[in-house]
T-cell receptor, first 115, second 112 residues
């Protein structure tokens, strides 16, 4: 089954404790992206990747890191989480070089709470 | 001004009603347009693309007005299962990639 898989789905952590949210897609998509969704603000892009070893900042990259060592995986790293990073996170992938050229396929989301 | 704006609602409509959502975008260089649907606490999923000539998919009709920079979604004969948040999505074609911008969403509740 074609899918985007995120883990963990739910996480409660404390300020400053490094964490990684994994994202994996099995559709051989070139484009992958991370979003956060907050009430009233909609989906905001954190980072995106056009292909292996090619990543770039989205609209709200502060406090996050990503890597794209393999085509299928695009982990999101919070080196020192803070309470303002409490949010619902979505990973997405799309065929082609840009998300606008095709459908975005989303993972089920990871709800993160930072105390 | 936000790049993509939508009326947040909520829209509460009875089953069988027709409901229309509007979305405005600020960048005239926007290239392509989509409507996504998001159920409560679930991931967004593509509902339909929006073409310049307008397009229809069953009970759903999408329209684009480039001159006025707005997109609309019409749902006819509303079903309970249509209850969801509808996200307007606009794509800007940059030099080497596409920038996808999501609206904040419009919430729809279809009531028995």
């Amino acid at each position: 089954e074609a899918q985007v898989t995120q883990n963990p789905r739910y996480l409660i952590t404390v300020t400053g404790k490094k964490l990684t949210v994994t994202c994996s897609q099995n559709m051989n998509h070139e484009y992958m992206s991370w979003y956060r969704q907050d009430p009233g603000l909609g989906l905001r892009q954190i980072y995106y990747s056009m292909n292996v070893e090619v990543t770039d900042k989205g609209d709200v990259p502060e406090g996050y890191k990503v890597s794209r060592k393999e085509k299928r995986n695009f982990p999101l790293i919070l080196e020192s989480p803070s309470p303002n990073q409490t949010s619902l996170y979505f990973c997405a992938s799309s065929p082609g070089q840009g998300a606008g050229t095709g459908e975005l396929f989303f993972g089920e989301g990871s709800r993160l709470t930072v105390l | 001004r936000k790049e993509v704006e939508q009326d947040p609602g909520p829209f509460n409509v009875p089953e069988g009603a027709t409901v229309a959502f509007n979305c405005t975008y600020s960048n005239s260089a926007s290239q392509s347009f989509f409507w996504y649907r998001q159920d409560c606490r679930k991931e967004p999923k593509l509902l339909m693309s929006v073409y310049s000539s307008g397009n229809e998919d069953g009970r759903f009709t999408a329209q684009l007005n480039r001159a006025s920079q707005y997109i609309s979604l019409l749902i006819r004969d509303s079903k309970l299962s249509d209850s969801a948040t509808y996200l307007c999505v606009v794509n800007l074609l940059k030099t080497s990639y596409d920038k996808v911008i999501f609206g904040p969403g419009t919430s729809l509740s279809v009531i028995p």
